[in-house]
């Protein structure tokens, strides 16, 4: 019996493997999105110099490409004479951190009020769909821009911000699909049974809606890179030095007509990396409703 069930779960596994592996765009997405996390974990290892260190001697070298490029600086360095590929591996680490910890923060917040408006309604759902509903009412960048203004603009501080304005899309999607599986055999058994509603709602509710919150979740969470590299480039996100993708950008707008490259590289790997979650989100979707594929 115990071989049939191992059997059983690897076809499961493998058949799942085979259809991860037919989805184009899925795979795509996972490559560059590994490459991505590569360069951020082993940034240390990668990296020819400190990301920090100046050297005004060595300021505004070209990308390897360029005839009066200098082979110790393959992309060149910034205005301040910084290698610009460390600067780069190091970005990866905040355009990760800064998208994962929204997507944590706004999934939390989200599912929360998305499971309790679905599986209660009622004057619960009332009051929740009122919140959202303000929420939607309010713009974002506006938002962000007047409160990280206010506050002074931080890494903590631009996760924060965007972690607690990113949670409506999470809450209507979380909502909905509770909603769906609400008025199931499955649930009207736990509740005959005598189960405790949090225990219905985590144990029942929860993994069911689980992956409708994997795909919101994705497109949050490019959202948010996005968003922060908008409030970096206007001085109101992650403060120098720290090498975000968006400061980055930011710092280089004087010299796009003299280093085009300053601008162009940082804002490849920004586009790169909201391609990948996009595409994964994507491909997750069309993985969890097949029948939409197409």
Known sequence: MAS????????????TFQRILGHRGLVIGLVLLGVIFAMAIFAPLLSPFD???????????????????????????????RDYL?????GARISLLIGFAVMLISGLIGTTLGLLAGYFGGRVDLAITFLITTRLAIPVVLVALAVVAMIGGSLVVVILVLGLLKWD??????????????GLDYIAAAEAAGASVP????????????????????VEAASAILLEAALSF??????PPLPSWGLMIAEAKTMMFFAFWMIAIPGSMLALLVFAINLVGDGLRDLIVPKRRG
């Open 4 to 15: 049939k069930n191992m059997a059983s779960k690897s076809s499961m596994a493998g058949k």
């Open 51 to 81: 990301p920090y260190d100046q050297d005004l001697g060595r300021r505004l070298i070209p990308p390897f490409w360029s005839p009066k490029a200098n082979p110790a600086h393959l992309l060149g360095t910034d205005n301040l004479g």
């Open 86 to 90: 460390s600067r780069i591996l190091y």
């Open 169 to 182: 899309r999470i809450a209507v999607v979380m909502r909905a699909a509770t909603q769906q599986v609400r």
């Open 199 to 218: 225990r219905i709602i985590l144990k029942e509710v929860l993994p069911n809606v689980f992956p409708q919150l994997i795909v919101v979740a994705t």
């Open 234 to 239: 206007l001085g109101l996100g992650v403060q």
